[in-house]
């Protein structure tokens, strides 16, 4: 399995920015996604997930800014980050796991990370 994150990049506070994962080496509409982040010093932390059948969870932090999605034609799932804050800076993992419960959590298959520093 693997999972190729894309899109980050340097922005401006109040800024939008959308991240891809493309996913390889899985069935994966049966497959709940998500998304985390680790700051520079601070611990991963869970930040939006989408289930197999289209249902969403977010964090508190990241709630009416940023919108998961996924295309099972393109076996793809992106985060559409709007009015970018400093405290979105982080390295932001695709992650996906069998059971929509677990990708809040610790989900089985992780991607590799992609950089978004937001400067204010």
């Known amino acids: 399995v693997q999972l190729q994150a894309c899109g980050g990049g340097s922005v401006q506070a109040g800024d939008s920015l959308r991240l891809s994962c493309a996913a390889s080496?899985?069935?994966?509409?049966?497959?709940?996604l998500g998304w985390f982040r680790q700051a520079p010093g601070k611990e991963r932390e869970f930040v939006a997930a989408?289930?197999?059948?289209?249902?969403?969870r977010y964090a508190d932090s990241v709630k009416d800014r940023f919108t998961i999605s996924r295309d099972n034609d393109k076996n793809t799932v992106s985060l559409q980050m709007n009015s970018l804050k400093s405290e979105d800076t982080a390295v932001y993992y695709c992650?996906?796991?069998?059971?929509?419960?677990?990708?809040?959590?610790?989900?089985?298959?992780w991607g590799q990370g992609t950089l978004v520093t937001v400067s204010s």
């Open positions: 992650a996906a796991d069998l059971y929509y419960s677990h990708t809040s959590e610790n989900p089985h298959y």
């Open positions: 080496g899985l069935v994966f509409s049966v497959y709940a």
């Open positions: 989408i289930s197999r059948t289209g249902s969403t």
